[in-house]
């Protein structure tokens, strides 16, 4: 018999809220002693799941925003959208918790992300879909969630939503 969480491996099923705690413990962690090279590391691979979690956007899209935002200063970062050809851009806010001084340009590398997010018990794409999730919700039109997110095809973020909808009510049912 298949066992669909397996299937879904890459969406831990996290609240946003769930994951902006774990994020904070691990940040709260680290943040007391920047002098120890390490601890920087884990705070720019934080940076990137944070920003991740606050725009919906994909590991590659936070690092970007990060990187433009260590370089510029500027919070509002402009980033291409992955997984599109058309040159699609759109728009990442870095958190305000996240701070340059915590930040090493060179540790900023999806594949490490990745790795650091898996050693927490989450995935990137899994703060991606928490931030889906927390929005629709909240009652954001899935069409302007899809602009948000740089989703091209509306189509796949809705039956995501329904998916997460329908389980919530067959839960719901079932109590």
């Known amino acids: ?34 002098s120890v090279n390490m601890n920087r590391v884990r705070l720019t691979y934080l940076s990137v799941m944070l920003t991740q979690l606050y725009n919906g956007c994909r590991v590659g899209e936070a690092v970007e925003a990060v990187r433009g935002f260590y370089s510029s200063g500027c919070r509002e970062v402009w980033v291409r959208v992955e997984k599109r050809r058309d040159d699609f851009r759109r728009l990442v806010l870095v958190p305000e918790r996240v701070d340059r001084g915590w930040l090493l340009p060179e540790a900023l590398n999806v594949s490490r992300v990745k790795t650091y997010a898996c050693r927490l018990g989450v995935n990137t794409h899994t703060l991606r879909y928490a931030f889906i999730t927390r929005l629709a919700q909240q009652g954001v039109n899935p069409l302007v969630l899809s602009k948000i997110t740089g989703h091209k095809n509306v189509n796949i973020l809705t039956t995501y939503i329904q998916m997460r909808e329908a389980e919530a009510v067959l839960r719901g049912f079932n109590t």
């Open 1 to 34: 018999m298949l066992d669909v969480t397996e299937k879904r491996n890459w969406d831990k099923r996290l609240t946003w809220d769930e994951c902006l705690n774990k994020l904070n413990f691990e940040i709260n962690a680290w943040s007391g002693n920047v």
